[in-house]
């Protein structure tokens, strides 16, 4: 039986109890091993696979963002949710805003962002729409039937990490049309496309960025704002696979 769906859980999304039956297995593909695991949820086959690994031991910078992909490929994937956490550019989108992005600016440097390395041909992919439309606007559709407070649409700034950004970097983010900043959805959304698979990210704000934040950043912030939102992304997500 092929898996419907795929859930990668960003930070603070490391638990995959919402699913029955599930077992842990290894994934080997020619990128690597990948842990995910395996279950049902009302009688659909669904993968969950933590980016950053079971004890969120990979830092963005490390992930092996082909292997995950390919993984779920191997599994007969066709459609992923993924949650990212991320800073906010703007006042209007405070910790704890949910934002369901529909394009990114690539600010990474180190990242292998293509499994076409030249052997079937020079392989360029459109990215006009890099996130999935139909699966973004199912979300937005099923959070407005459940009052779910999103946002339909956002620029996300993805930052090679594992560092926080400085002011004049949020400042220039900003006036180049971000609303959130991140360090995982480049190259994993573009390798997705290329998997031709329908991907969607929900961008869970858990600070605002440096320089707008009044406080130094710090992970455990993150880690904490995540805690409290954590369980909306998983009924949204959960409404979304049965709708
Ligand atoms: N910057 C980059 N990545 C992040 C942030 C941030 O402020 N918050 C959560 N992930």
């Given at each position: 039986m092929q898996a419907e769906f795929a859930i990668i859980g960003?930070?603070?999304?490391?638990?995959?109890?919402?699913?029955?039956?599930s077992t842990r297995q290894m994934i080997h593909t020619s990128f690597g091993a990948v842990e995910v695991t395996i279950g049902e949820y009302k009688g659909k086959r669904i993968v969950f696979l933590p980016r950053h690994g079971y004890k969120h031991s990979v830092p963005p910078h490390k992930i092996n963002f082909r292997a995950n992909i390919r993984a779920l490929q191997e599994l007969g994937v066709q459609q992923v949710l993924a949650t990212a956490a991320v800073g906010s550019l703007?006042?209007?989108?405070?910790?704890g805003s949910l934002v369901i992005v529909d394009d990114f600016i690539d600010m990474t440097?180190?990242?292998?962002?293509?499994?076409?390395?030249g052997e079937e041909g020079v392989i360029h992919i459109d990215m006009?729409?890099?996130?999935?439309n139909r699966l973004r606007r199912q979300l937005v559709e099923v959070a407005r039937e459940n009052g779910i407070l999103v946002q339909d649409g956002g620029v996300y700034v993805c930052t090679e990490g594992p560092r926080f950004e400085t002011r004049a970097e949020i400042r220039t983010y900003a006036s180049w049309g971000g609303d959130v900043v991140g360090m995982t959805s480049v190259p994993e959304v573009i390798l997705a496309k290329e998997a031709r698979f329908c991907y969607a990210t929900v961008g869970i704000v858990t600070n605002y960025c440096s320089g707008i934040s009044p406080h130094a950043l710090t992970h455990q912030e993150v880690i904490d704002t995540m805690k409290d939102r954590i369980e909306t992304v998983r009924k949204l997500f959960l409404l979304t696979i049965e709708n």
């Open positions: 960003g930070t603070g999304v490391y638990d995959p109890a919402l699913l029955d039956h703007k006042r209007e989108l405070p910790p440097k180190n990242r292998v962002q293509t499994f076409f390395e006009t729409d890099p996130y999935c």
